[in-house]
Structure formats: structure tokens, C-alpha cells
T-cell receptor, first 112, second 115 residues
Framework: GNSVTQMEGPVTLSEEAFLTINCTYTATGYPSLFWYVQYPGEGLQLLLK?????DKGSNKGFEATYRKETTSFHLEKGSVQVSDSAVYFC???????????FGKGTTLSVSS | NAGVTQTPKFRILKIGQSMTLQCTQD?????MYWYRQDPGMGLKLIYY???????DKGEVPNGYNVSRSTTEDFPLRLELAAPSQTSVYFC??????????????FGPGTRLTVL
């Protein structure tokens, strides 16, 4: 079946460090891929998405590229800020209208 | 647009009690979902609905019921609360237009504790 695997956390970084959170997926066909972010005490917000191979999603300095050959969708940011501290979830959608399949989440903690 | 709203934000139940978690969206989305989030486990789908009057089970439906009498509302019912239902519950909705491709919008969550 469909599944998402993302790197275990927590990830602890200093401000302005480079961030990578790995995400790989298993799915039949051509799923859409998403990164959601959850700030403390809040619900999930869409951070970025990609709907086909080689698409790059980007938002707020974060980027992720849909790599079908490696079934990956790694999240990157060149310079993290304290305000980026949150839990990040990688997710896939097999087709429109179906539920999202989530990874377990990666906690990012950024210190000044 | 308020988006997806959920009530209550927090609730403590005793074992065997019942309650309804409310969810409302004002985006005219046909699709709505209930997830539960357990620590370190990501989100798991409880029930979903593809439109008013149509609901179906997700991955973890036992102990829950839903109804969808209108496009806007999708309440989740717990009939006999058990400690295993202690979790954070999220409601979400989505459209299936070509531009959105199942981007889901989430409510702020309900934190439920069963003692």
C-alpha cells in the first residue's frame, strides 16, 4: 500500500543553519506530495506541494523537489530561523478526494 | 473566510461517556475528513465524506461514528469513551479542482483526554 517515511527527529539547529528533512514514499501511480507544518498548539498548515515528477514546491524559503526516480520529496531551507521551530509532516495523496497519507512527523528546534 | 473550525478546543471525558466533536467549513468543499494524531505517530484517518449524505470508514474507525447532513458540517461522535481515544483530533476539508489537487485545509484541532 501507499506509505510515507520521513527522518526521525528531533532535529536541532542553530539559526542560519541549512536544513534538510528527508522524505521518501511508496505509491502506485503518480501521487501528489505535500509538506505540512504544525506550530505548537496549532493545526496543520500546508507549506508546499508538488503534483508531478520534477516539480519543485517552494514557500517561505523552503523547497522540495518531486523526484520520481528516487521516490523522494526532501524538504530544504538554506537558512533557518527560530520561528521555523515546528513539526514538519510529509504527506502524499494517491488521487484527488482521497485522504492524505502522512509520515510520522519531524520536530525541528532552532536556537538563536 | 473562517476556513475549518472545530469545537471544543479541549475536553476531558470519563470512561464510558459520550461526546460529539464539531467541525464546520465555509469553503463549500465536498470532501471532509477526520484524523487523529497520536504522539510520534503522524495522523491517521478515522472517517471521511465525499459529500452530504455520504460517509465511509478510514483506517481507524472503531469507537467512532459520523454523519454529514450538510456540506458544511461533519461531526464526529464518540459513544463510549475509552482511554485509547485520548488523542488530538483534526478535521480537514478539500476540493478536487484541478488547481488544488487534494490540498487539505485543517482545523485547529480538539485535544481529548479520557480518564
Amino acid at each position: 500500500g501507499n506509505s510515507v517515511t520521513q527522518m526521525e527527529g528531533p532535529v536541532t539547529l542553530s539559526e542560519e543553519a541549512f536544513l534538510t528533512i528527508n522524505c521518501t514514499y511508496t505509491a502506485t501511480g503518480y501521487p501528489s506530495l505535500f509538506w505540512y507544518v504544525q506550530y505548537p498548539g496549532e493545526g496543520l498548515q500546508l507549506l508546499l506541494k508538488a503534483t508531478k515528477a520534477d516539480d519543485k514546491g517552494s514557500n517561505k524559503g523552503f523547497e522540495a523537489t518531486y523526484r520520481k526516480e528516487t521516490t523522494s520529496f526532501h524538504l530544504e531551507k538554506g537558512s533557518v530561523q527560530v520561528s521555523d521551530s515546528a513539526v514538519y509532516f510529509c504527506a502524499l495523496s494517491a488521487r484527488a478526494g482521497t485522504a492524505l497519507i502522512f509520515g510520522k512527523g519531524t520536530t525541528l528546534s532552532v536556537s538563536s | 473566510n473562517a476556513g475549518v473550525t472545530q469545537t471544543p478546543k479541549f475536553r476531558i471525558l470519563k470512561i464510558g461517556q459520550s461526546m460529539t466533536l464539531q467541525c464546520t467549513q465555509d469553503m463549500n468543499h465536498n470532501y471532509m475528513y477526520w484524523y487523529r494524531q497520536d504522539p510520534g505517530m503522524g495522523l491517521k484517518l478515522i472517517y471521511y465524506s465525499v459529500g452530504a449524505g455520504i460517509t465511509d470508514k478510514g483506517e481507524v474507525p472503531n469507537g467512532y461514528n459520523v454523519s454529514r447532513s450538510t456540506t458544511e458540517d461533519f461531526p464526529l461522535r464518540l459513544e463510549l469513551a475509552a482511554p485509547s481515544q485520548t488523542s488530538v483530533y483534526f478535521c480537514a476539508s478539500s476540493d478536487i479542482s484541478g488547481s488544488s489537487y487534494n490540498e487539505q485545509f485543517f482545523g485547529p484541532g480538539t485535544r481529548l483526554t479520557v480518564l
